[in-house]
């Protein structure tokens, strides 16, 4: 059982930066975040393979989000710069899972955290 525990959201312009944390009980060779905006379904944004630091990211992030690790404290990052209104979501952690981005990815993720919520406002 791995416990992933998120931080850090809130609400920002458009424009702006935020930083969302996730510290896990361990890490798995695979850590990713997904976002989940109501009515849609959920999507990854951005995967780590915690070993070599290989990383992937959606297509609609990619130049804005970094995700990145710091393996002595078990926690993993998602920087997002230049926030869209079409970011807003829940921002969840998952542990255990392909590292890929396609549709339905999270379909495959064995753990997940309780979320946290990031509101960009135009």
């Known amino acids: 059982q791995v416990h992933l525990v998120e931080s850090g959201g809130g609400s920002v312009q458009a424009g702006g930066s935020l930083r969302v944390s996730c510290v896990a009980s361990?890490?798995?060779?695979?850590m990713g975040w997904f976002r989940q905006a109501p009515g849609k379904e959920r999507e990854g944004v951005a995967v780590l393979n915690t070993a070599p630091g290989y990383t992937a990211y959606a297509d609609s992030v990619k130049g804005r989000f970094t995700i990145s690790q710091d393996k002595d404290k078990a926690t993993i990052y998602l920087q997002m710069n230049n926030l869209k209104p079409e970011d807003t979501a829940m921002y969840y952690c998952?542990?255990?899972?392909?590292?890929?981005?396609?549709?339905?990815?999270?379909?495959?993720?064995?753990?997940w955290g309780q979320g946290t919520q990031v509101t960009v406002s135009s």
């Open positions: 998952a542990a255990h899972g392909p590292c890929a981005i396609y549709s339905g990815a999270w379909r495959n993720w064995n753990y």
């Open positions: 361990e890490l798995s060779p695979c």
